[in-house]
T-cell receptor
Framework: GIQVEQSPPDLILQEGANSTLRCNFS?????LQWFHQNPWGQLINLFY???GTKQNGRLSATTVATERYSLLYISSSQTTDSGVYFC????????FGTGTRLQVFP | DSGVTQTPKHLITATGQRVTLRCSPR?????VYWYQQSLDQGLQFLIQ???????AKGNILERFSAQQFPDLHSELNLSSLELGDSALYFC?????????????FGSGTRLTVV
C-alpha cells in the first residue's frame, strides 16, 4: 500500500519563528490533507490540497502531485500552534503519516 | 463542534471486557470511517461503511466489529480487550464513498484498558 512519510519528526521553535513541514507519499493519490492534532487530541482539518498552493492566515500548504510531496508552512509561530501535524494521503480512505510534533515556546 | 459526535469521550475498562463506541456522522454524510491512534502504530484506518454497507476494511482485528445503522450512526465493538487496545479511536464522516468532498473527524473516544 501507499507509504506516507513526514519530516522532521520533532520540531522545537521559539514564538515568532517560521517552519516548513514535509510530507512525501509513495504513489499517486486522489488528494492530500493536512491536520493539526491539538494537545487535547482533537484532529482539525487544515488544508485539503491535491495540488497547488493554498493559504489560510499564517499557514499555507503546497502540494506537487507529480513529485509526490506536500509542504506545510507555518509563519510567525505561536504557542497555540503546538501539537502534532499530520498529512494524510487520500486513496478513498485516508492514510496518515507518522506526524511532526511541534513545540512552540514563548 | 465538527458535526461528528462520538460517545463516550473516555472509557476505562478491564482486560477481557467488551465495549461499544458510538459515532453519529455529520448531517447529510453517508460514509463513516473508524481510525485507531495508538502510540506504537500511529493513526490507522480500521473500517468504512457507506449507507449501511461495509465498503472498505483496513487493519481491523477479528476481535473488533462495526456496523452502520439505518439512521447512519455507527458503532465499533471491541471485545476480549487487551492492554494493547488502549488508544484513541476516531470516527470520521464524508458525504460520498470516496471522500471527494472531504472528511470530518469527531473528537475521539479515549479507551484505556487496565
Amino acid at each position: 500500500g501507499i507509504q506516507v512519510e513526514q519530516s522532521p519528526p520533532d520540531l522545537i521553535l521559539q514564538e515568532g519563528a517560521n517552519s516548513t513541514l514535509r510530507c512525501n507519499f509513495s504513489d499517486s493519490v486522489n488528494n492530500l490533507q493536512w491536520f493539526h492534532q491539538n494537545p487535547w487530541g482533537q484532529l482539525i482539518n487544515l488544508f485539503y490540497i491535491p495540488s497547488g498552493t493554498k493559504q489560510n492566515g499564517r499557514l499555507s500548504a503546497t502540494t506537487v502531485a507529480t513529485e509526490r510531496y506536500s509542504l506545510l508552512y507555518i509563519s510567525s509561530s505561536q504557542t497555540t500552534d503546538s501539537g502534532v501535524y499530520f498529512c494524510a494521503a487520500d486513496t478513498d480512505k485516508l492514510i496518515f503519516g507518522t506526524g511532526t510534533r511541534l513545540q512552540v515556546f514563548p | 463542534d465538527s458535526g461528528v459526535t462520538q460517545t463516550p469521550k473516555h472509557l476505562i475498562t478491564a482486560t477481557g471486557q467488551r465495549v461499544t463506541l458510538r459515532c453519529s456522522p455529520r448531517s447529510g454524510d453517508l460514509s463513516v470511517y473508524w481510525y485507531q491512534q495508538s502510540l506504537d502504530q500511529g493513526l490507522q484506518f480500521l473500517i468504512q461503511y457507506y449507507n449501511g454497507e461495509e465498503r472498505a476494511k483496513g487493519n481491523i482485528l477479528e476481535r473488533f466489529s462495526a456496523q452502520q445503522f439505518p439512521d447512519l450512526h455507527s458503532e465499533l465493538n471491541l471485545s476480549s480487550l487487551e492492554l494493547g487496545d488502549s488508544a484513541l479511536y476516531f470516527c470520521a464522516s464524508s458525504l460520498d464513498p470516496t471522500g471527494d468532498y472531504g472528511y470530518t473527524f469527531g473528537s475521539g473516544t479515549r479507551l484505556t484498558v487496565v
